[in-house]
């Protein structure tokens, strides 16, 4: 795994943290790609490190079932805006009609959607990371302080960890 020079965490806290973050915010914008323009959509992510993947639940019918069978690489923007945790994750994405991984993932959010696990209509999209990137500072009483201080002082501000590395 390559680290970027622009990395303020050592190679393994940055990608724990960006595992960490991806998992506790759970929606994220899913961006895709048509040929002609992007497209993002808000989608809840069910992350498996240990499997190496972000999977999601969606309908066979969608346009984004087409533009991943032409057009894999992804990105995910994951926001806490409350502690200000930006993750934002680039990958190749996979559809397919694994049922058994589709019962798995399923909870009762998903009963928005369809009546149950085993809607025909259900595919599961499994993204693999391949690259990171992690924007981590203090939560917005300690920005709004080290902002202050910083115009106080004419000094820069700490606001946080910036890391990118390749999962």
């Known amino acids: 795994m390559a680290v970027d020079n622009n990395t303020t965490l050592p190679r393994d806290e940055a990608i724990d943290r960006i595992w960490e973050l991806a998992d506790d915010i759970d929606f994220c914008m899913f961006t895709t790609w048509n040929g002609e323009q992007q497209a993002s959509r808000p989608m809840s992510a069910r992350v498996e490190r240990d499997e190496n993947a972000i999977y ?10 087409d533009e991943l069978a032409k057009f894999p690489n992804v990105s995910l923007g994951f926001a806490d805006n409350a502690n200000h945790s930006y993750v934002v994750i680039a990958g190749k994405a996979v559809v397919t009609n ?13 009963k928005a959607f369809w009546d149950d696990e085993n809607d025909p209509q259900i595919r599961l999209i499994t993204v693999t990371p391949e690259d990171a990137e992690l924007w981590d500072g203090p939560n917005g009483l300690i920005a709004g302080a080290k902002m202050l201080f910083a115009v106080a002082t004419g000094a820069k501000p700490d606001m946080g960890d910036n890391s990118k590395v390749s999962l």
């Open 98 to 110: 694994d049922r058994a991984k589709i019962k798995d993932l399923w909870n009762a959010f998903d």
């Open 56 to 65: 999601f639940l969606t309908s066979a019918d969608t346009g984004k079932v």
